[in-house]
């Protein structure tokens, strides 16, 4: 199995800036595709972004212009940068690998990080 740890989360003001990080323990991680998901208290967990095993990346419309997604596979790790963040970004954000590489079937999930941002 794969195991996926995120890491980066906390508190920021609004305008601020973080970056998520998230390691993982597959054998052949530059196959996969990665995403990031988050989960607000009472809503349905959303679709943030995703990187291809080649690089592509696609991002939710609300975030576009403000995160990016990026990858290192010599260190297991994609990243989540998040810039210009606003309140209603605040989640618990988590990491995905879809071990068929296409970002359309998720298999395994990180325990999520809390991303808190105040006006």
């Known amino acids: 199995q794969v195991q996926l740890v995120e890491s980066g989360g906390g508190l920021v003001q609004a305008g601020g800036s973080l970056r998520l990080s998230c390691a993982a323990s597959g054998r052949t991680f530059s196959l996969y595709a990665m995403g990031w998901f988050r989960q607000a208290p ?3 967990r959303e679709f943030v972004a995703t990187i291809s095993r080649s690089g592509g990346t696609s ?14 596979n010599a260190k297991n790790t994609v990243y989540l940068q ?3 963040l606003k309140p209603e970004d605040t ?12 970002g359309n079937n998720y298999q395994y999930w990180g325990q999520g990080t809390q991303v808190t941002v105040s006006s």
């Open 91 to 102: 989640a618990v954000y988590y990491c995905a690998a879809d071990l068929g590489g296409w």
């Open 82 to 84: 998040m810039n210009s």
């Open 42 to 44: 009472g809503k349905e």
């Open 59 to 72: 991002y939710v419309d609300s975030v576009k212009g403000r995160f990016t997604i990026s990858r290192d």
